[in-house]
């Protein structure tokens, strides 16, 4: 009996290493693969350095046709969700799960217009599609996201009351924003009839820097930045 009881407790030990053996030597499921892609995108806003999420320049249609270059002025240094957007949104974005935004400002080819852009980054997609909700539609500029200006530069007048123009778009869990106004400075009350044109372009830098951030890379397990 003893005999017969040590057999059977060597082929369940047998079964069981085996079984453990090629649980550890197989490759990752697709779904392994999905979630550690997702899990990289997400935390790209951390461990990316500054100038990738936003470059020297980002390229754009002009209004009058052809390709120009938006070049970067500076590059804020705080990321709390709080101090980027104005007091009527915070809450909406900490109830969202809002973890940072990061902020730059750029100035397009033409030196006319200063353009500030988020990036919010969320837990998952529902928590970004939740926030993006809580900001006003048709490209009104507030509460929005605040405008960053640099003292000593050609953005320095860009101000609140500066803010003519806003644009969102949202994918992963990310939700990027623009806010733009003119160098001078002048108040948004104080223009008139005005093209709504002169900022469309801040949508493709927006778009560019959404694009850059949110898609999926093709995993390397084996890499540093993985985890499979």
Do not use: N
Not at 103 to 113: E, N
Not at 133 to 159: E, H, K, W, Y
Not at 164 to 175: N, T
Not at 208 to 220: K, Q, V
Request: aromatic residues 6%; hydrophobic residues 45%; positive net charge.
């Amino acid at each position: 009996m003893a005999s017969a009881l040590t057999l059977i407790c060597a082929v369940v030990a047998g079964v069981a290493g085996g079984v453990a053996g090629a649980e550890l030597s197989r490759g990752p499921s697709a779904a392994e693969i999905q979630q550690a892609s997702s899990e990289e995108t997400a935390r790209r806003w951390q461990v990316w350095p500054a100038g990738k999420i936003f470059p020297s320049t980002l390229r754009y249609v002009a209004e009058q046709g052809g390709e120009e270059s938006a070049r970067r002025v500076g590059i804020s240094t705080r990321t709390d969700c709080a101090a980027a957007v104005d007091a009527a949104l915070r809450t909406a974005l900490k109830t969202a799960g809002c973890r940072a935004v990061l902020r730059a400002t750029y100035l397009d080819a033409l030196q006319g217009v200063v353009v500030t852009i988020g990036v919010a980054a969320f837990p998952d997609q529902a928590s970004a599609l939740a926030a993006r909700a809580a900001f006003p539609p048709g490209g009104v500029p507030s509460p929005g996201l605040r405008a960053l200006a640099f003292p000593q530069t050609v953005a320095d007048r860009f101000s609140a009351a500066a803010r003519q123009a806003s644009s969102l778009a949202q994918a992963g869990p990310y939700l990027v924003i623009t806010t733009a106004g003119q160098v001078d400075g002048r108040p948004a009350r104080s223009v008139g009839h005005q093209r709504s044109t002169i900022f469309a372009f801040t949508s493709d830098l927006e778009e560019r820097i959404l694009t850059t951030l949110a898609t999926p890379a093709r995993p390397d397990c084996a890499g540093k930045d993985w985890q499979c």
